[in-house]
């Protein structure tokens, strides 16, 4: 089974949580996009919900395929986020943000009653770090922001390069939002808590891909199939 069937396997089982009239929020990525084609073709054949796009590029496939959405304004309380991760370690804790839409898919997620990930295997982690941690900062003062993030990192004994994402052509990457993302390739996070917490105290950082406390199941695909797992009390 290669890495697409489990991503696909992923999705399908996650779509067995989606209950007709729900109130949906859709991630963003590779897993997240096999799960609005299948979910498209249980639209077309009969399911109604109403979804909420975590990207500008979900939407847009969602729309494509005839997914029915609404914004988070027009509904500000959700039943269920679906969407993917790019690592989750033991304690549900999980690094996002890889496609760039980690702003939206945590306002999203906290906006749900429940968040479901689906990932493949390679996902799971004893410690996150390995997958860069994607911070989102405010243009303005980007060099401040840079500074006091290195010294933050220092301070709590992570090191490794720190880089401003950017696309192919070199130009800067910009979110949906409008702001940069740098990435902290740290290799390990022994305490995500307190990076969360901290991060959270400056002022220029957006947001960060950190997602503690959001996740409540995840449906994790390998070369035998989909797995559930719970968090553990």
Not at 5 to 20: G, T
Not at 116 to 127: C, F, G, H
Not at 207 to 233: C, T
């Amino acid at each position: 089974m290669d890495a697409r069937e489990m991503k696909i396997k992923a999705a399908a089982a996650a779509l067995e949580h989606v209950e007709d009239g729900m109130r949906l929020g859709i991630g963003t990525g590779s897993t997240a996009e096999e799960f609005v084609r299948l979910l498209a073709e249980k639209v077309a054949g009969g399911l109604k919900v109403q979804g909420v796009p975590t990207s500008e590029r979900t939407a847009r496939l969602c729309l494509e395929l005839g997914v029915p959405l609404k914004s988070l304004d027009e509904l500000p309380e959700l039943d269920l986020t679906i969407d993917g991760a790019d690592e989750i370690d033991p304690q549900f804790r999980l690094i996002k943000g890889g496609g760039g839409a980690l702003l939206r898919e945590k306002i999203v997620a906290a906006a749900s009653t429940r968040m479901i990930v689906i990932a493949d295997e390679t996902k799971l982690v004893d410690t996150l770090g390995a997958f860069p941690l994607p911070i989102e900062i405010n243009p303005f003062g980007q060099a401040s922001t840079v500074l006091a993030i290195e010294r933050l990192a220092s301070e709590l004994g992570l090191s490794g390069p720190m880089k401003l994402r950017t696309r192919s052509d070199e130009s800067l990457y910009m979110t949906d939002g409008g702001h940069l993302i740098l990435d902290a390739s740290f290799g390990r996070i022994p305490d995500a808590d307190a990076l969360a917490s901290r991060l959270n105290q400056i002022p220029g950082v957006v947001e960060h891909g950190l997602f503690i406390n959001l996740a409540s199941l995840a449906i994790i695909a390998g070369p035998a199939g989909a797995r559930v797992l719970e968090p553990k009390n």
